[in-house]
Nanobody
Framework: QVQLVESGGGLVQTGGSLSLSCVAS????????MGWFRQVPGREREFVAA????????SYGDSTKGRFIIFRDNAKNTVYLQMNSLKPEDTAVYHC?????????????????WGQGTQVTVSS
């Protein structure tokens, strides 16, 4: 069992930056692929980024590539999402998720564990 708790969301102006954190409890963090997804009410959950167990592989969604950076610290059981050059369309609830099987998938159904989410709002 893995429990995930996100933090770091808030209100930021267009062009600004925010850093999200996700702290995991449980033994399988260091062997899990960790992902970030975001969701706007009425829309499907969107893949943001994923990182494999040791940080050697990273994947980004088309809308976040080049602006967002995912990284992890296994000693702290934490995965981070550095978000730069934020746009109003980045406004969403951001969730971290864990895939204990270590796959590098972009589909939300491949992730078994989810955090409650943190709100990010980008003002124009």
């Amino acid at each position: 069992q893995v429990q995930l708790v996100e933090s770091g969301g808030g209100l930021v102006q267009t062009g600004g930056s925010l850093s999200l954190s996700c702290v995991a409890s449980g033994r399988s963090f260091s062997s899990s692929t960790m992902g970030w997804f975001r969701q706007v009410p009425g829309r499907e959950r969107e893949f943001v980024a994923a990182i494999n167990f040791n940080g050697g592989l990273k994947s980004y969604g088309d809308s976040t590539k080049g602006r967002f950076i995912i990284f992890r610290d296994n000693a702290k059981n934490t995965v981070y999402l550095q978000m730069n050059s934020l746009k109003p369309e980045d406004t969403a609830v951001y969730h971290c998720a864990a895939d204990q099987y270590g796959r590098m998938n972009t589909r939300d159904r491949d992730y078994s564990y989810w955090g409650q989410g943190t709100q990010v709002t980008v003002s124009s």
